[in-house]
């Protein structure tokens, strides 16, 4: 596609469900970046992918949160027995290999009620 | 990667150039300087970045100090459009070579 595409856009779910999160990369980017925003705060780092290995998953707040990614193409963000808390909008970056430039998604917007 | 120190707001008047400022004292040498803003609602983008000579695209400019301690970002002519978080961060290399560290940002408020 022309960008990177998230679904859903918008997600609500009930406190102690699991949810999944999807990112579509650019076509041809090796990089996949994940982040989260609660409202009205800055962009918090979760996990990076190169490829399909995740070299850098320092940013994931706990066990609950779990990042994959098939083909190095498609990533898959879960939470489980999700927590008021996990409310915020998770944002998907890719870039291309050897370059520093990210393009984001518009996001996912998680309601934990 | 260094930490950077931005102010939390600015205003500019629509048409007339909009200077964000930027300090990263603690920079290193093969670190790069990277701006992105945030459209209320929207995913951030990437403008600009640059390692020490000044830069400029069709968005914006980037002027770093000789001394590379800081920086800034100029848009040349402000539009409303341009009201936003402009996110100053630096980063090892120009490549992928890792995440990028958000700070808090400017909001910069362009007003009519």
């Known amino acids: 596609g022309a960008g990177v595409s998230q679904s859903p856009s918008n997600k609500v779910t009930e406190k102690g469900k699991d949810v999944e999160l999807r990112c579509d990369p650019i076509?041809?980017?090796?990089?996949l970046y994940w982040y989260r925003q609660s409202l009205g705060q800055g962009l918090e780092f979760l996990i990076y992918?190169?490829?399909?290995?995740?070299?850098?998953k320092s940013g994931l707040p706990s066990d609950r949160f779990s990042a994959e990614r098939t083909g190095g193409s498609v990533s898959t963000l879960t939470i489980q027995r999700t927590q008021q808390e996990d409310s915020a909008v998770y944002l998907c970056?890719?870039?291309?290999?050897?370059?520093?430039?990210?393009?984001f998604g518009e996001g996912s917007r998680l309601t934990v009620l | 990667d260094a930490k950077t120190t931005q102010p939390p707001s600015m205003d500019c008047a629509e048409g007339r150039a909009a200077n964000l400022p930027c300090n990263h004292s603690?920079?290193?040498?093969?670190?790069?300087v990277y701006w992105y803003r945030q459209i209320h609602s929207q995913g951030p983008q990437y403008i600009i970045h640059?390692?020490?000579n000044n830069e400029t695209n069709e968005m914006a400019s980037l002027i770093i100090t000789e001394d590379r301690k800081s920086s800034t970002l100029i848009l040349p002519h402000a539009t409303l459009r341009d009201t936003a978080v402009y996110y100053c961060?630096?980063?090892?290399?120009?490549?992928?070579?890792?995440?990028?560290?958000f700070g808090q940002g400017t909001t910069l408020q362009v007003k009519p």
């Open positions: 970056a890719s870039s291309r290999p050897g370059a520093g430039e990210l393009f």
């Open positions: 961060i630096v980063r090892v290399g120009s490549g992928n070579t890792g995440k990028l560290i």
């Open positions: 603690t920079i290193s040498g093969n670190e790069y």
């Open positions: 992918f190169q490829g399909n290995s995740a070299p850098d």
């Open positions: 076509s041809g980017h090796t990089a």
């Open positions: 640059g390692l020490k």
